[in-house]
């Protein structure tokens, strides 16, 4: 039997967001491999695939002195540990837990982005110097060639995985039902532009549906700039708007998307971050609204799957969403011939055999 991954996810409570996803496509991936899942003590997720053991284990406030505990244990195991949502204190903490030189293929580190300055890169040419066995993973070569330039030599480009919550099993052709945002409600995800849209929707007193997931952070926090956007938007009066606050399954996340085109007027600093929502809505057929300049943009152009807005003013946004609806069918085919390609590209399975090998 293969040994058994030990996955470290302590901020991991439910299946809001793309932790889960991320998680559970790994997971759909691992072909019966023992898999340990170490969440947060409050967590309230299932898996269906037998071998997947949720360790309830981490509480918030302390999480950091756990995972300098789970560490140690974890690194006197002949199994593997993967850190799927990376950061530098994960960095740092195995560092201290190990005392020595880490094994080879033991510990994988899956880093989404990374905001470098001088005395990170510093840190991580010391940290590659005693530590040459880690195996930094990340989804695109901006993030790695980070990695690579401090001189770890394990350091990999590897596909973010596309959510298995979406099976790409219809004919693509939908009807126009409405638009969405959708994922956690935050200022670097557009909130508040997608807040104004909606109010100058309701000032012309249009009549296009709207479902906007306004769920908080993985903490069920809001930041202060976010609480307004959320007063905001409870406050209007426009019908044709229908708010999800509350956690939603994998089925009623994935039914969220039937039909609609998808706003992401994200800000710079996804200027090279894999968005799980673009994957999500192109996988579901869903055109995307977009700013410029963003991994979001470039998939838009590669495939015409939606259009590109130079400003996040609400009349420029409604511009185009118009530009969509008129030409739904269109848009809808090509955002689910792009959900096939990315499927292949973005498959789980390449994860997963890098951390299992």
């Not at 400003?311 to 011939?337: G, M």
Request: aromatic content about 12%; proline content about 4%.
């Amino acid at each position: 039997m293969s040994d058994t991954i030990h996955i470290v996810e302590p901020t991991l409570v439910n299946q809001t967001g793309h932790c889960y996803s991320f998680i559970s496509s790994f997971c759909c991936s691992s072909k019966g491999a023992p898999l340990h899942l170490w969440v947060n003590s409050a967590a309230d997720i299932e898996f269906a695939e037998a071998n997947v053991q949720v360790k309830k284990h981490f509480h918030s406030k302390i999480r950091r002195f756990q995972s300098y505990g789970l560490y140690r244990r974890l690194l006197k195991t002949s199994g593997k540990i993967f850190i799927p949502t990376a950061g530098f204190t994960d960095l740092a903490l195995i560092q201290w837990a190990a005392g020595s030189k880490v094994q080879s293929r033991k510990v994988y580190f899956y880093f989404h982005w990374i905001n470098s300055s001088d005395k990170k890169l510093a840190y991580l040419a010391r940290l590659a110097r005693k530590q040459p066995n880690l195996v930094i993973l990340g989804p695109t070569h901006s993030v790695i060639d980070v990695f690579k330039g401090a001189g770890f030599v394990n350091a990999f480009v590897v596909p973010y995985p596309i959510s298995g919550q979406f099976h790409n099993d219809s004919s693509g052709c939908n009807e126009f039902a409405g638009l969405l945002y959708a994922g956690a409600a935050r200022q670097d995800k557009g909130i508040s532009h997608v807040v104004d849209l909606v109010e100058h929707m309701s000032r012309l007193k249009l009549k296009i549906p709207f479902r906007l997931q306004n769920s908080s952070d993985h903490r069920g926090k809001y930041d202060a700039a976010t609480r307004k956007d959320m007063s905001r938007i409870e406050a209007l009066k426009y019908p044709y708007l229908k708010l999800f606050p509350e956690t939603l399954n994998a089925e009623e996340y994935a039914n969220l998307y039937a039909g609609t085109i998808c706003i992401q007027l994200y800000n710079e600093d996804f200027a090279d971050r894999i968005s799980g929502v673009t994957l999500d809505a192109l996988t579901a057929g869903s055109p995307i609204v977009t700013t410029p300049g963003t991994w979001i943009t470039r998939m838009v152009q590669r495939f015409n799957a939606g259009r590109i807005v130079e400003s996040t003013e609400p009349e420029k946004v409604l511009s185009a969403i118009e530009e969509i609806i008129a030409n739904y069918r269109l848009y809808n085919e090509n955002a689910y011939r792009a959900g096939l390609v990315l499927r292949q590209e973005n498959s789980a399975d390449v994860l997963y055999k890098t951390v299992a090998a």
